[in-house]
């Protein structure tokens, strides 16, 4: 019966020993150990024409692909991933469509119907942080638009 009392109560003081060094090594003025946290939370607020289905955003980071999401929404609404720490810190984010649609390619009777697929992006976050200064590349897309599957839109994160 001692054994598992000493046990217990030489890991409580183990406990209370690591706490109180964590305590002292972070804090005051001028800390020995600081801990920051990384940027990995990306949160898209966007919205969709659908037209035969939803479109699908391409999402590469530092010219990586992390994600693709689908965008099954008239009306803006939030679109959150984590970034896989592999990664590296988040320089660069580039939203593309993967499923465009082409209104000219549809039959002319139905072409009056017929409306291409967008993507419509009204703000980027890295975290809580409101990325600005988006570059379109590519035919019909804009800063806040993308509708060809020829470019992207692109932040640069951090300067």
Request: charged residues 25%; aromatic residues 6%.
């Amino acid at each position: 019966m001692t054994q598992p009392r000493t046990v217990l109560a030489a890991t409580a003081v183990s406990v209370v020993i690591a706490g109180a060094a964590a305590f002292f090594l972070m804090s005051g003025d001028d800390p020995v150990i600081s801990v920051s946290a990384s940027r990995n939370t990306l949160r898209f607020e966007a919205a969709a024409i659908e037209y035969a289905g939803w479109p699908e955003m391409r999402v590469r980071v530092n010219g990586e692909q992390v994600a693709l999401i689908k965008i099954e929404n008239a009306t803006r609404s939030m679109y959150e991933l984590d970034v896989p720490g592999s990664v590296g810190d988040i320089k660069t984010v580039e939203a593309s469509i993967v499923s465009e649609s082409d209104c000219k390619a549809a039959v002319w009777i139905q072409a009056h119907e017929c409306t291409d697929r967008t993507i419509t992006i009204r703000g980027l976050y890295v975290d809580d942080e409101k990325i600005e200064g988006q570059v379109a590349g590519g035919k019909k897309n804009k800063p806040w638009s993308i509708q060809s599957e020829d470019g992207a839109i692109t932040w640069t994160v951090g300067g």
